[in-house]
Protein backbone atom coordinates (compact mmCIF):
# COMPACT_ATOMS: atom_id res chain seq x y z
CA UNK A 1 0.00 0.00 0.00
CA UNK A 2 1.19 3.54 -0.27
CA UNK A 3 -0.11 7.08 1.39
CA UNK A 4 -2.05 9.26 -0.45
CA UNK A 5 -0.19 13.00 -0.55
CA UNK A 6 -1.81 15.12 -2.64
CA UNK A 7 -4.05 17.70 -1.90
CA UNK A 8 -7.10 15.81 -3.11
CA UNK A 9 -7.76 12.44 -1.46
CA UNK A 10 -10.33 9.53 -2.70
CA UNK A 11 -11.75 6.53 -1.33
CA UNK A 12 -12.86 3.48 -3.34
CA UNK A 13 -12.06 2.46 -6.55
CA UNK A 14 -10.60 5.26 -9.26
CA UNK A 15 -9.70 3.63 -12.51
CA UNK A 16 -7.22 0.18 -11.50
CA UNK A 17 -6.18 2.12 -8.25
CA UNK A 18 -8.37 1.52 -4.42
CA UNK A 19 -8.41 4.44 -2.20
CA UNK A 20 -9.01 3.50 1.68
CA UNK A 21 -8.78 5.42 4.86
CA UNK A 22 -7.44 3.97 7.96
CA UNK A 23 -5.63 5.68 11.03
CA UNK A 24 -6.49 8.71 10.15
CA UNK A 25 -4.81 8.62 6.63
CA UNK A 26 -5.69 7.90 3.09
CA UNK A 27 -3.82 5.31 1.30
CA UNK A 28 -4.27 3.61 -2.11
CA UNK A 29 -3.25 0.18 -3.70
CA UNK A 30 -3.59 -1.06 -7.53
CA UNK A 31 -6.35 -3.71 -7.95
CA UNK A 32 -5.26 -7.55 -8.78
CA UNK A 33 -5.53 -7.95 -12.52
CA UNK A 34 -7.20 -11.17 -12.06
CA UNK A 35 -9.32 -12.09 -8.41
CA UNK A 36 -9.95 -16.32 -8.03
CA UNK A 37 -12.12 -17.18 -4.95
CA UNK A 38 -13.08 -20.50 -3.23
CA UNK A 39 -15.53 -21.54 -1.72
CA UNK A 40 -14.41 -19.93 1.54
CA UNK A 41 -13.23 -16.95 0.55
CA UNK A 42 -16.36 -16.40 -1.19
CA UNK A 43 -18.54 -17.20 2.17
CA UNK A 44 -16.13 -14.48 3.75
CA UNK A 45 -16.67 -11.56 1.17
CA UNK A 46 -20.37 -12.11 1.11
CA UNK A 47 -20.35 -11.96 5.36
CA UNK A 48 -18.11 -9.10 5.31
CA UNK A 49 -20.53 -7.43 2.68
CA UNK A 50 -23.10 -8.00 5.29
CA UNK A 51 -21.33 -7.12 8.10
CA UNK A 52 -19.78 -3.50 6.16
CA UNK A 53 -23.59 -3.18 4.95
CA UNK A 54 -25.16 -3.40 8.66
CA UNK A 55 -22.42 -1.59 10.28
CA UNK A 56 -22.77 1.57 8.27
CA UNK A 57 -26.36 1.52 8.99
CA UNK A 58 -25.89 1.53 12.88
CA UNK A 59 -23.27 4.40 12.27
CA UNK A 60 -25.59 6.77 10.29
CA UNK A 61 -28.20 5.67 12.91
CA UNK A 62 -26.08 7.75 15.55
CA UNK A 63 -23.53 10.33 13.63
CA UNK A 64 -25.60 13.32 13.90
CA UNK A 65 -25.90 12.85 17.37
CA UNK A 66 -22.51 11.97 18.25
CA UNK A 67 -20.44 14.66 19.78
CA UNK A 68 -17.49 12.33 20.27
CA UNK A 69 -15.21 11.80 17.94
CA UNK A 70 -14.74 7.87 16.44
CA UNK A 71 -10.98 7.39 16.51
CA UNK A 72 -9.97 6.12 13.12
CA UNK A 73 -10.23 2.12 13.23
CA UNK A 74 -13.88 2.58 14.69
CA UNK A 75 -15.20 1.07 11.36
CA UNK A 76 -13.02 -1.78 11.03
CA UNK A 77 -13.61 -2.84 14.43
CA UNK A 78 -17.46 -2.69 14.19
CA UNK A 79 -17.09 -4.59 11.21
CA UNK A 80 -14.98 -7.51 13.26
CA UNK A 81 -17.22 -6.96 15.97
CA UNK A 82 -20.56 -7.69 13.75
CA UNK A 83 -18.92 -10.59 12.36
CA UNK A 84 -17.37 -12.24 15.17
CA UNK A 85 -20.67 -12.12 16.67
CA UNK A 86 -22.77 -13.37 13.85
CA UNK A 87 -24.66 -11.13 11.38
CA UNK A 88 -27.80 -11.85 12.60
CA UNK A 89 -27.14 -11.16 16.59
CA UNK A 90 -27.09 -7.81 16.58
CA UNK A 91 -26.58 -7.95 20.60
CA UNK A 92 -22.74 -8.79 20.20
CA UNK A 93 -22.20 -5.09 19.53
CA UNK A 94 -22.98 -4.41 22.81
CA UNK A 95 -20.30 -2.78 25.01
CA UNK A 96 -18.87 -1.35 21.39
CA UNK A 97 -16.73 1.73 21.86
CA UNK A 98 -16.91 4.44 19.25
CA UNK A 99 -13.68 6.14 21.39
CA UNK A 100 -11.66 2.72 21.78
CA UNK A 101 -9.02 4.98 23.84
CA UNK A 102 -12.10 5.84 26.75
CA UNK A 103 -15.31 3.49 28.11
CA UNK A 104 -17.82 4.84 29.92
CA UNK A 105 -17.20 2.46 32.82
CA UNK A 106 -14.48 5.19 33.22
CA UNK A 107 -17.38 7.43 34.88
CA UNK A 108 -19.94 4.68 36.07
CA UNK A 109 -18.33 1.88 37.49
CA UNK A 110 -21.99 0.27 38.09
CA UNK A 111 -23.20 -0.09 34.69
CA UNK A 112 -26.69 1.39 33.54
CA UNK A 113 -28.71 -1.03 32.72
CA UNK A 114 -32.16 -0.73 30.40
CA UNK A 115 -35.60 -2.08 31.26
CA UNK A 116 -37.84 -3.62 29.08
CA UNK A 117 -39.84 -0.49 29.14
CA UNK A 118 -37.32 1.47 27.16
CA UNK A 119 -35.87 3.07 30.41
CA UNK A 120 -32.35 3.55 31.05
CA UNK A 121 -31.59 3.41 34.61
CA UNK A 122 -27.51 4.79 35.94
CA UNK A 123 -27.54 3.47 39.42
CA UNK A 124 -26.41 5.79 42.68
CA UNK A 125 -22.62 5.99 42.64
CA UNK A 126 -19.46 8.14 43.63
CA UNK A 127 -18.68 9.79 40.31
CA UNK A 128 -14.89 9.62 39.98
CA UNK A 129 -12.40 13.16 40.61
CA UNK A 130 -10.89 14.02 37.28
CA UNK A 131 -8.22 16.88 37.39
CA UNK A 132 -9.89 19.90 35.69
CA UNK A 133 -13.23 18.24 35.08
CA UNK A 134 -16.10 19.95 37.30
CA UNK A 135 -18.45 18.35 35.40
CA UNK A 136 -19.75 15.23 33.62
CA UNK A 137 -22.40 15.56 30.42
CA UNK A 138 -23.93 12.43 30.19
CA UNK A 139 -26.18 11.65 26.85
CA UNK A 140 -28.20 9.06 25.76
CA UNK A 141 -28.88 8.18 21.73
CA UNK A 142 -31.66 5.48 21.20
CA UNK A 143 -31.87 4.47 17.58
CA UNK A 144 -34.52 2.25 16.35
CA UNK A 145 -33.25 0.49 12.98
CA UNK A 146 -35.30 -1.96 10.81
CA UNK A 147 -32.08 -3.93 9.12
CA UNK A 148 -34.78 -5.92 7.36
CA UNK A 149 -35.94 -2.63 5.20
CA UNK A 150 -31.95 -1.00 5.47
CA UNK A 151 -33.31 2.20 7.46
CA UNK A 152 -33.35 3.90 10.44
CA UNK A 153 -36.63 4.34 11.84
CA UNK A 154 -36.34 6.57 15.02
CA UNK A 155 -33.80 8.54 17.33
CA UNK A 156 -34.25 10.00 20.78
CA UNK A 157 -32.01 11.55 23.07
CA UNK A 158 -31.77 12.68 26.36
CA UNK A 159 -28.72 14.47 28.45
CA UNK A 160 -28.14 15.46 32.26
CA UNK A 161 -24.79 17.20 33.76
CA UNK A 162 -23.51 15.75 36.38
CA UNK A 163 -21.04 17.71 38.93
CA UNK A 164 -18.67 15.54 40.33
CA UNK A 165 -18.51 17.24 43.64
CA UNK A 166 -21.95 16.25 44.82
CA UNK A 167 -23.36 12.86 45.57
CA UNK A 168 -25.01 11.46 42.77
CA UNK A 169 -28.59 9.86 43.56
CA UNK A 170 -29.00 8.15 40.16
CA UNK A 171 -30.65 8.98 37.27
CA UNK A 172 -34.01 7.57 34.84
CA UNK A 173 -33.92 8.04 31.13
CA UNK A 174 -36.49 7.65 28.95
CA UNK A 175 -35.05 6.34 25.69
CA UNK A 176 -37.85 4.04 24.44
CA UNK A 177 -38.28 4.99 20.58
CA UNK A 178 -41.31 3.69 19.31
CA UNK A 179 -41.44 2.21 15.54
CA UNK A 180 -40.35 -1.36 13.82
CA UNK A 181 -36.79 -2.67 14.16
CA UNK A 182 -34.76 -2.98 16.97
CA UNK A 183 -33.98 -0.62 19.41
CA UNK A 184 -29.60 0.32 20.39
CA UNK A 185 -28.41 2.69 22.86
CA UNK A 186 -25.40 4.43 23.21
CA UNK A 187 -24.42 6.19 26.12
CA UNK A 188 -22.09 9.52 25.81
CA UNK A 189 -20.09 10.73 28.76
CA UNK A 190 -17.85 13.86 28.07
CA UNK A 191 -15.89 15.79 30.63
CA UNK A 192 -16.45 19.04 30.77
CA UNK A 193 -13.71 22.25 32.02
CA UNK A 194 -15.89 25.10 32.85
CA UNK A 195 -18.74 25.43 29.43
CA UNK A 196 -16.59 23.29 26.97
CA UNK A 197 -15.80 19.71 26.63
CA UNK A 198 -12.18 18.62 27.26
CA UNK A 199 -9.69 18.22 24.65
CA UNK A 200 -8.12 14.74 26.31
CA UNK A 201 -9.67 12.02 24.59
CA UNK A 202 -9.57 9.91 27.69
CA UNK A 203 -13.03 12.31 29.17
CA UNK A 204 -14.34 11.65 26.29
CA UNK A 205 -16.68 8.54 26.37
CA UNK A 206 -18.90 7.19 23.67
CA UNK A 207 -20.61 3.41 23.99
CA UNK A 208 -23.08 1.16 22.50
CA UNK A 209 -24.81 0.41 25.72
CA UNK A 210 -27.73 -1.95 25.20
CA UNK A 211 -29.41 -3.70 22.37
CA UNK A 212 -33.06 -4.96 22.32
CA UNK A 213 -34.75 -6.90 19.55
CA UNK A 214 -38.23 -6.53 18.54
CA UNK A 215 -40.53 -8.08 20.83
CA UNK A 216 -42.27 -10.84 19.29
CA UNK A 217 -45.42 -12.29 20.35
CA UNK A 218 -46.05 -15.76 21.37
CA UNK A 219 -48.93 -17.87 20.35
CA UNK A 220 -49.97 -20.89 22.38
CA UNK A 221 -51.88 -23.68 20.85
CA UNK A 222 -53.84 -26.35 22.98
CA UNK A 223 -52.42 -29.66 22.57
CA UNK A 224 -54.07 -32.20 19.75
CA UNK A 225 -55.52 -34.62 22.37
CA UNK A 226 -57.13 -31.86 24.46
CA UNK A 227 -59.03 -30.48 21.38
CA UNK A 228 -60.11 -34.09 20.53
CA UNK A 229 -61.52 -34.58 24.54
CA UNK A 230 -63.38 -31.37 24.11
CA UNK A 231 -64.59 -32.58 21.03
CA UNK A 232 -65.74 -35.97 22.36
CA UNK A 233 -67.01 -33.94 25.67
CA UNK A 234 -69.59 -32.23 23.27
CA UNK A 235 -70.76 -34.70 21.07
CA UNK A 236 -71.80 -36.46 24.40
CA UNK A 237 -73.49 -33.41 25.48
CA UNK A 238 -75.38 -32.84 22.35
CA UNK A 239 -76.12 -36.79 22.46
CA UNK A 240 -77.62 -36.83 25.54
CA UNK A 241 -80.91 -35.36 24.67
CA UNK A 242 -81.99 -38.33 22.60
CA UNK A 243 -81.07 -41.22 24.84
CA UNK A 244 -83.44 -39.13 27.42
CA UNK A 245 -86.31 -39.36 24.60
CA UNK A 246 -85.87 -43.03 23.77
CA UNK A 247 -85.74 -43.86 27.54
CA UNK A 248 -82.26 -45.44 26.90
CA UNK A 249 -80.15 -43.08 28.45
CA UNK A 250 -81.56 -41.74 32.06
CA UNK A 251 -78.21 -43.35 33.96
CA UNK A 252 -76.05 -42.10 31.08
CA UNK A 253 -77.60 -38.61 31.04
CA UNK A 254 -76.90 -38.28 34.75
CA UNK A 255 -73.40 -39.53 34.36
CA UNK A 256 -71.79 -37.32 31.26
CA UNK A 257 -69.91 -34.16 31.24
CA UNK A 258 -71.11 -31.07 31.81
CA UNK A 259 -71.94 -28.84 28.61
CA UNK A 260 -69.04 -26.92 27.63
CA UNK A 261 -70.34 -22.68 27.30
CA UNK A 262 -68.87 -21.02 24.48
CA UNK A 263 -66.20 -18.42 26.08
Not at 100 to 123: C, K, M, N, W, Y
Not at 227 to 239: D, E, G, H, T, W
Amino acid sequence: MAKQTSLFTFTGKAGNMIGYYRDGKHYFRSMPETVRQTTATRSAAQRFGAASSKARLIRSAFANDLDVHCDGGHINRLNKTIIKGGIRNTEAIAGFRFNQHTGTDRFFTVAPTLSEDGILHIPPQALPQCRGISTLEVKVIAARIHFGERRVTGTETAMIVLDTREAFAGAALNVDVPGKGTLIVALQVRGMCGNRASFNRKYLAADIIAVQEPQTKQVFHQPEHQQQVMLQQRLQSLAAPTHQQTGQGSAYAAASPPVIQRE
